[in-house]
């Protein structure tokens, strides 16, 4: 467990801002963190992009986009490969972790950008609470988890 909590804290928390014991119980789920991704400065070193149901879609939609997305990032931008995991409550969701801390705004309007070119039919994604992998949702007793990528068409109707 101590391996997953370092690759946790190096590849999407900022320096110092949950403890490993704290992070230990979010995993366990005796505790959910909703964790900053932003440190006091202003800088991130994650981006999280939600992709959730689309109303009146069909069923499914938001995982071919997110499939979609992950493609660009990767065929298009040359980056690498994003994590990809599946929400305790619906949808999924991309996470990139980056190499060298930017503006939080910076990557909002990077999120922005992508949506409005990859994404457009659904509402912007910035500004909403993000679980971080895995953790347990208490209130309703589903997990939010890291998935194979191979493996989300299975989850669409969960």
Sequence with gaps: MLKLIQELMRLYLPQGVVTEEALQAHILGQ?????DITTVDGLTRTIAI??????????GRHWALLCEVANALQDELDLPAPAVSI???????????LATPLPSLE???F????????????EPVLGAPIELPPCL???IGRWTAFINPGMGAS????
């Design 87 to 97: 929400a305790s409550q619906e949808g999924f969701c991309l996470w990139l972790s």
């Design 31 to 35: 505790e959910t963190l909703p964790p």
């Design 155 to 158: 989850f669409i109707g969960e």
């Design 137 to 139: 949702n208490r209130d």
């Design 111 to 122: 999120v922005e950008l992508l949506r409005q070119v990859y994404f457009p039919e659904t």
């Design 50 to 59: 939600p992709f959730h149901r689309i109303p009146k879609a069909a069923e």
């Design 107 to 109: 990557a909002g309007q």
